[in-house]
């Protein structure tokens, strides 16, 4: 059994704001106070022995919500429907005017793919066919929590994910590529034509298409995470250039860096509120076993590696990649927060509101989109991760669930992706295979 400590049991902040005070990266938010410390919680994860035959694969059947039924939030919580009938909504994203953009889209299989997927009973686990490769756009504007207009802001695309508008210029990220297109507030469609500013790697290991996307405060720079196009690197590692990283590029597409490597497959990126620290959900890898490697959310440091493909959690080296290259073993850093292995933990976002209880604030809401690759479903629900000042301050607990619809039959009613705040402090859920969008709000 192998331990990694993961927290101590008290940090200072003052050391922590001192350590993360890089301008280009920072969300702009004030420092924290310098004369107050933070208790953490401390935990010690146990890890398995990695066994390469241990892995089981067990591939939910999607058979949608029965009319008038939801996911379930904790008492004081009303989960509505924000939008439905759509095809695969993937992610959402806030415009500075409050207009709600859906990005449709989904991983589209070949041929091949797909009669295996069909045998094995993956294709009833996901949405198939031609991805939509469109964006929406829902406006409410008398602000009663439902959309009066809804647009095709954006179509023809190509595996679209990450959003971003900064000035006069809107951002989305194809798999392929960052785009640029002209854009003024109140636009309800695009209607001039975009250009590539930065080619992106694509292809994949089963979902790792989704690049997303999230500047800084003073928006003088774009970070894209792209994932690896593998499992373990089973490929060479020749195919894995700019892969398994977040990059760091201008708003023109200039000056890329890598800002941090080693992360198998990170979607969803938020900056912590009160700090400078960018933080990611990471999609671990498979092939070890029912409890490895777990999924995690975790601070991004410039310049950091986080092990992937050669060692996981640190410095364990993974089996299949043993004695590969011990220099970035070595240098390999233990992520912040275990959420549980192969839950698909894809979407992350920090509650910067005050509409949800005390105990929300601050905190990371984490979209799990559930497993295929373990002798028992996990994930399937948004987990929350209590937060105070920038730092985590316990362990993952459920929030938003009941997407099984009986476990033994590994039926579930539907699977969470994306997670975005709301204007209004609410939290907008998308939920792809069943096309819906799901709205959760205190009451």
Same mark, same amino acid.
């Given at each position: 059994?192998?331990?990694?400590?993961?927290?101590?049991?008290? *940090?200072?902040?003052?050391?922590?704001?001192?350590?993360?005070?890089?301008?280009?990266?920072?969300?702009?938010?004030?420092?924290?106070?310098?004369?107050?410390?933070?208790?953490?919680?401390?935990?010690?994860?146990?890890?398995?022995?990695?066994?390469?035959?241990?892995? @089981?694969?067990?591939?939910?059947?999607?058979?949608?919500?029965?009319?008038?039924?939801?996911?379930?939030?904790?008492?004081?919580?009303?989960?509505?429907?924000?939008?439905?009938?759509?095809?695969?909504?993937?992610?959402?994203?806030?415009?500075?005017?409050?207009?709600?953009?859906?990005?449709?889209?989904?991983?589209?299989?070949?041929?091949?793919?797909?009669?295996?997927?069909?045998?094995?009973?993956?294709?009833?686990?996901?949405?198939?066919?031609?991805?939509?490769?469109?964006?929406?756009?829902?406006?409410?504007?008398?602000?009663?929590?439902?959309?009066?207009?809804?647009?095709?802001?954006?179509?023809?695309?190509?595996?679209?994910?990450?959003?971003?508008?900064?000035?006069?210029?809107?951002?989305?990220?194809?798999?392929? +590529?960052?785009?640029?297109?002209?854009?003024?507030?109140?636009?309800?469609?695009?209607?001039?034509?975009?250009?590539? *500013?930065?080619?992106?790697?694509?292809?994949?290991?089963?979902?790792?298409?989704?690049?997303?996307?999230?500047?800084?405060? $003073?928006?003088?720079?774009?970070? /894209?995470?792209?994932?690896?196009?593998?499992?373990?690197?089973?490929?060479? &590692?020749?195919?894995?250039?700019?892969?398994?990283? %977040?990059?760091?590029?201008?708003?023109?597409?200039?000056?890329? @860096? /890598?800002?941090?490597?080693?992360?198998?497959?990170?979607?969803?990126?938020? #900056?912590?509120?009160?700090?400078? &620290?960018?933080?990611?959900?990471?999609?671990?890898?498979?092939?070890? +076993?029912?409890?490895?490697?777990?999924?995690?959310?975790?601070?991004?440091?410039?310049?950091?590696?986080? +092990? #992937?493909?050669?060692?996981?959690?640190?410095?364990?080296?993974?089996?299949? &990649?043993?004695? @590969? =290259?011990?220099?970035?073993?070595?240098?390999?850093?233990?992520? $912040?927060?275990?959420?549980?292995?192969?839950?698909?933990?894809?979407?992350?976002?920090?509650?910067?509101?005050? @509409?949800?209880?005390?105990?929300?604030?601050?905190?990371?809401? %984490?979209?799990?989109?559930?497993? #295929?690759?373990? =002798?028992?479903?996990?994930?399937?629900?948004?987990?929350?991760?209590?937060?105070?000042?920038?730092?985590?301050?316990?362990?993952?607990?459920?929030?938003?669930?009941?997407?099984?619809?009986?476990?033994?039959?590994?039926?579930?009613?539907?699977?969470?992706?994306?997670?975005?705040?709301?204007?209004?402090?609410?939290?907008?859920?998308?939920?792809?295979?069943? +096309? %819906?969008?799901?709205?959760?709000?205190?009451?």
């Amino acid at each position: 059994m192998k331990k990694e400590i993961l927290y101590a049991a008290l *940090i200072s902040t003052a050391a922590f704001a001192g350590c993360q005070s890089n301008s280009n990266s920072g969300n702009g938010a004030d420092s924290l106070a310098s004369d107050t410390t933070v208790e953490t919680y401390t935990t010690e994860l146990n890890l398995p022995a990695a066994d390469t035959t241990a892995a @089981k694969n067990k591939f939910s059947k999607v058979i949608g919500w029965p009319e008038g039924k939801t996911p379930v939030a904790p008492e004081g919580f009303a989960v509505t429907k924000f939008a439905s009938g759509i095809k695969s909504p993937r992610n959402t994203y806030i415009t500075p005017n409050g207009d709600v953009l859906v990005v449709l889209s989904n991983s589209e299989r070949t041929p091949v793919e797909a009669v295996a997927g069909a045998i094995s009973g993956k294709s009833k686990s996901e949405v198939t066919g031609q991805s939509a490769n469109t964006i929406l756009l829902y406006r409410d504007a008398d602000k009663d929590g439902k959309a009066e207009t809804v647009t095709t802001f954006l179509k023809g695309l190509n595996q679209p994910y990450g959003m971003l508008v900064i000035g006069d210029k809107f951002y989305v990220a194809n798999t392929d +590529g960052l785009l640029q297109y002209p854009y003024k507030a109140g636009d309800t469609k695009i209607t001039g034509n975009g250009k590539k *500013i930065v080619e992106l790697p694509a292809g994949g290991y089963n979902n790792h298409w989704t690049r997303n996307l999230i500047a800084n405060a $003073d928006k003088s720079k774009i970070y /894209i995470t792209v994932g690896s196009g593998s499992n373990v690197g089973e490929n060479g &590692m020749e195919n894995e250039v700019r892969r398994a990283s %977040i990059l760091e590029v201008n708003p023109d597409g200039t000056g890329e @860096k /890598i800002y941090a490597s080693g992360l198998r497959n990170p979607v969803g990126v938020d #900056w912590a509120p009160g700090t400078n &620290m960018l933080w990611t959900a990471v999609n671990e890898r498979d092939g070890l +076993g029912d409890e490895l490697v777990p999924d995690y959310i975790t601070s991004v440091k410039q310049g950091a590696f986080y +092990g #992937w493909p050669y060692s996981y959690y640190g410095q364990n080296e993974d089996p299949r &990649m043993k004695g @590969k =290259s011990p220099e970035l073993v070595k240098k390999a850093i233990v992520p $912040d927060v275990p959420v549980g292995a192969h839950t698909a933990s894809l979407g992350l976002a920090f509650y910067k509101a005050t @509409k949800f209880p005390a105990k929300y604030q601050g905190g990371a809401f %984490i979209g799990q989109h559930g497993s #295929w690759n373990r =002798s028992a479903l996990s994930g399937y629900k948004v987990a929350f991760v209590p937060f105070k000042n920038g730092k985590p301050t316990g362990k993952p607990e459920d929030f938003l669930t009941g997407f099984i619809a009986n476990v033994d039959k590994g039926e579930v009613y539907g699977r969470p992706v994306g997670v975005t705040l709301t204007p209004d402090g609410a939290l907008l859920v998308a939920d792809d295979v069943s +096309g %819906i969008i799901w709205k959760v709000a205190a009451k």
